[in-house]
């Protein structure tokens, strides 16, 4: 076991927080927690990555074995606040917090991969005290899931457990938008919806009401789940979502896309080139077609159809193979709708310059769920962070926080608040309800309320106020 530390003596800030396992998980919540005034301690069996890690992020690193009572008491368990395991072994992340719950009363995350263990949450919850199991394949394929439900969206991020979503579109020049203002565009829609945000080229723009939608913008906005559809047709695009949708590679994440997708009715073809796999997701997805073929093959792809699919997901494993399966498809087929899964997020302008769809980076799943918790024990008062999100590569934060009690912020009409510049309150969830503010409304003790903005940061609702 090695010790390796940048630490210089300082006054305490945030909160300790332990991660074991310094895959790419782990590096991107040493950096996004490290970021945000947090004490890290890695700890990972490879010398090289800790050392790495360790000098690049200036927090401390041990070499050794994160389930070990020994390891876990030279990360200083005892005083930690949190405890996240993302190791490469499931058994290792479950052990890991649960040798942490004997001796602590941190926080804990498993990272797990396998079905089995993803289907038994709850007793994990509730015999080893487990904040939190985290399973990036099966949230992959919700994410993923929603997008081929609302396949003219780019990205969908729900908010108020699900009734809300901010959904980011494409604007083409036939857009009846292009040209108008924000509140033109509020004034001729016979339901509510809110443009949050606009990029265009370069720019990331929080926008007024005297703001434009020009041809070639990313636009998102926010509104009721059932609402987002409606829009869609209003604005002339095709609403409804897809009907069929090949998958190249069965591995754990084809698996659990291809079930949500039954789930919702959409037919399910998956191509693998291990037969004895296909013979098991024979007996797992009896509703899907199996193919026993190469799916990187133009060949295969030919015969099962690629140029009359409704939505093609490839999920090779491999970053690259996926990158050229996406722009494979969109060549063969002008109507098909992509979702392109990105592991690494080396180049990742250049990715967004290609035509890859809607791309995916798990990595960024698991850090934003494990985020919004931490942020919800950094600061408490009056607010909790419920659901964070990070979107138009990191420039912008939607911030949903639950009001706990009375402060400068509540029952006081929205127009009265003297709000930050690039802060925008997106919605309010009440009592089931959601909705999409004007300067009349105020904001009660029991609210969800969802901001957006390009000040990152925030874990208490009272910070947006000037």
């Known amino acids: 076991m090695g010790l390796f530390s940048n630490f210089q003596t300082q006054e305490r800030h945030g909160l300790d927080i332990i991660i074991v396992g310094i895959g790419t998980v782990g590096a991107t919540l040493v950096e996004r927690l490290s970021n945000e005034g947090h004490d890290i301690t890695i700890i990972d069996k490879d010398r090289e990555r800790v050392n790495e890690i360790a000098n690049y992020y200036d927090v401390m690193g041990i070499v050794g074995n994160g389930a070990r009572y020994g390891v876990l008491m030279d990360a200083g368990i005892t005083h930690a606040d949190v405890l996240i395991a993302v190791a490469q072994s499931d058994e290792l ?9 004997q001796v602590s009363d941190c926080a804990t995350f498993a990272r797990v991969h396998t079905p089995d263990y993803s289907s038994e949450t709850t007793y994990f919850r509730d015999k080893l005290g487990l904040t939190m199991v985290i399973n990036p394949e099966q949230s992959t394929a919700k994410d993923i899931a929603r997008l081929l439900y609302q396949p003219n969206a780019l990205e969908v991020n729900p908010f108020a457990h699900g009734r809300a979503e901010m959904v980011k579109f494409q604007v083409f020049e036939d857009n009846p938008f292009v040209g108008k203002t924000i509140a033109e565009i509020g004034a001729g829609l016979p339901y509510a919806i809110l443009i949050c945000v606009i990029e265009r080229n370069d720019e990331v723009i929080i926008p007024k009401g005297d703001d434009h939608i020009e041809a070639g ?4 906005f ?4 059932e609402n987002v559809r409606a829009f869609f047709q209003h604005i002339g695009f095709d609403s409804r979502r897809v009907a069929d949708c090949m998958i190249v590679g069965g591995g754990t994440s084809g698996y659990f896309l291809a079930k949500e997708l039954i789930d919702m009715g959409i037919g399910v073809r998956i191509i693998e080139q291990d037969s004895q796999r ?8 009896p509703k899907a077609i199996i193919i026993n073929g190469d799916g990187t093959s133009e060949e295969v792809l030919n015969e099962e159809n690629i140029a009359h699919i ?3 997901i490839p999920l090779t494993g491999m970053d690259e193979e996926n990158i050229l399966l996406a722009l494979h498809a969109a060549r063969v087929n002008n109507s098909v709708k992509v979702v392109t899964k990105i592991n690494r997020v080396n180049y ?16 960024y799943i698991i850090a934003e769920a494990i985020l919004s918790y931490v942020r919800g024990l950094t600061n408490s008062k009056g607010s909790n962070v419920e659901t964070l999100y990070h979107m138009f590569n990191d ?3 939607a911030v949903e926080f639950t009001i706990t009690e009375e402060s400068k912020i509540t029952e006081v009409h929205l127009r009265d608040l003297k709000i930050k510049k690039n802060v925008l309150i997106a919605t309010i969830y009440r009592k089931g309800r959601i909705i999409i503010p004007s300067g009349r409304d105020r904001i009660h003790v029991g609210d969800s309320v969802m901001i957006v903005s390009t000040n990152l940061g925030y874990d208490n609702i009272n910070q947006i106020l000037a």
């Open 348 to 363: 990742r302008e250049v990715i967004n310059s290609m035509n890859l769809g809607s791309v995916i980076y798990p990595r």
């Open 93 to 101: 992340n479950l052990l890991c917090c649960a040798v942490a719950k």
């Open 395 to 397: 420039r912008v934060e």
């Open 222 to 225: 926010v509104s009721s789940r």
């Open 278 to 285: 296909c013979e098991e997701l024979s007996l797992l997805l």
């Open 217 to 220: 913008d990313r636009v998102s």
């Open 310 to 312: 409704e939505s093609f």
